[in-house]
């Protein structure tokens, strides 16, 4: 699965998208950032929130170092209550995760998938290595549900055995993170999901729509022939 297109909610589309050029180092115009393959579209928020949004960027595996020194020149890095920083997740995984504010509360993280082919790349790393938003989090008020729904619709399945607060939705190269509303965001766990007024569009999935009124996100997919 891919995310092709994110259209995101921002307090002031011009602060935001310099921020994504000046510090994450990737091409902005009009509002719109590419970020490998996807398209992250800024809008004024308007009445829908801001703060609580997490989103993902695929980093190659071979290049997660890199990108490690490469953030912590640019930003503090998010903590769990331990005040560990770097995380390593196995089984069907297989990835490590650095996390990180952005403007208007962005809960972003970068990670490294084993699975995916390396960069073969070295040197110091920017901004343009990254591949994709991998990782867009979709809060819900019925977890199972919306899982199941996902599958009947895209025919997404969960990457890893899902519980009833957390499912994630996808495979490597993309993942709807569907989290219970009243669940806090790792690794600080202070931070309620919110995903008001975002827009994702998907592709390498059957075509249809999912829409949650009560959160206000939708996910759609073109059909396909």
Known sequence: MRINTLQLPVSNVATVAAWFGEVMQLPVHNGAVQIGWTTL????AGDDPVGGVHLAFNVPADRFEAATRWLLARSPLQ???AGEAHFTFGDRWESESIYYDGPDALILEL?????????GRSGEFHGSELTCVS???LPTAAVAALTAQADATFGL???SPPT????ALGDDEGLLIVV???RHWFPEQKVLPNARGIV???GEVDGGQLHDAEQGWTVTAPAVG
């Not at 009833?164 to 499912?167: G, K, L, Q, R, S």
């Open 111 to 119: 990670i490294g998938r084993r699975r995916l082919p390396a960069s």
């Open 157 to 159: 399945q969960p990457l």
């Open 41 to 44: 579209q800024l809008r004024e």
């Open 200 to 202: 994702v569009t998907l």
């Open 135 to 137: 990782e867009v989090g």
């Open 164 to 167: 009833p607060h957390f499912a």
């Open 180 to 182: 219970d509303a009243t």
């Open 79 to 81: 903590r769990n209550a």
